[in-house]
């Protein structure tokens, strides 16, 4: 499935969430899909983005590790559906608004825990989730050099 698709149901699925247990699901969700997106952008991706795809890779997977995988079976993991990015571009500006809003529900599930370990699950999350969103934008600003770089005319005045 294409990643914008993807995005679009995690950011659905996670609106529709209003339990802790539900919410914490679907940032893992996010995070996983993160991961396979910067997985498949670090190998295929334009050259510029290698790099940071690849520490977007390392950062989702530890937004993983810092919260309890849901048991959703590989049929019921959203990241495992990837199959294409048409365009980096928007599916990098899709997936930063989608882990901004992981990172806002996080902070609403934190205040509400009962569980100091709850708590500070809730924020290295949300410290993941950021981190993962930083690198995000940092792919959007290597993208809109390499566009203003194509664009920008011939300052030789070669013929």
């Given at each position: 499935?294409?990643?914008?698709?993807?995005?679009?149901?995690?950011?659905?699925?996670?609106?529709?969430?209003?339990?802790?247990?539900?919410?914490?699901?679907?940032?893992?969700?996010?995070?996983?899909?993160?991961?396979?997106?910067?997985?498949?952008?670090?190998?295929?991706?334009?050259?510029?983005?290698?790099?940071?795809?690849?520490?977007?890779?390392?950062?989702?997977?530890?937004?993983?590790?810092?919260?309890?995988?849901?048991?959703?079976?590989?049929?019921?993991?959203?990241?495992?559906?990837?199959?294409?990015?048409?365009?980096?571009?928007?599916?990098?500006?899709?997936?930063?608004?989608?882990?901004?809003?992981?990172?806002?529900?996080?902070?609403?599930v934190a205040c509400s825990a009962g569980e100091q370990a709850d708590y500070w699950q809730c924020i290295e999350a949300i410290d993941?989730?950021?981190?993962?969103?930083?690198?995000?934008?940092?792919?959007?600003?290597?993208?809109?050099?390499?566009?203003?770089?194509?664009?920008?005319?011939?300052?030789?005045?070669?013929?």
């Open positions: 499935m294409d990643a914008l698709r993807l995005i679009r149901a995690s950011r659905g699925a996670l609106a529709r969430s209003h339990d802790p247990p539900d919410i914490l699901a679907e940032a893992w969700q996010a995070q996983a899909l993160a991961q396979a997106i910067g997985s498949r952008l670090a190998v295929s991706g334009p050259p510029e983005l290698r790099g940071e795809a690849l520490g977007l890779t390392e950062v989702s997977g530890r937004g993983c590790a810092a919260l309890d995988a849901p048991d959703l079976g590989v049929n019921g993991i959203r990241a495992a559906q990837l199959t294409s990015i048409e365009d980096a571009r928007i599916v990098l500006l899709l997936l930063g608004g989608l882990l901004g809003e992981v990172g806002i529900a996080l902070v609403g993941a989730a950021d981190e993962s969103r930083d690198r995000v934008l940092e792919m959007l600003r290597r993208l809109a050099v390499r566009e203003a770089g194509m664009s920008a005319p011939d300052s030789t005045g070669g013929a």
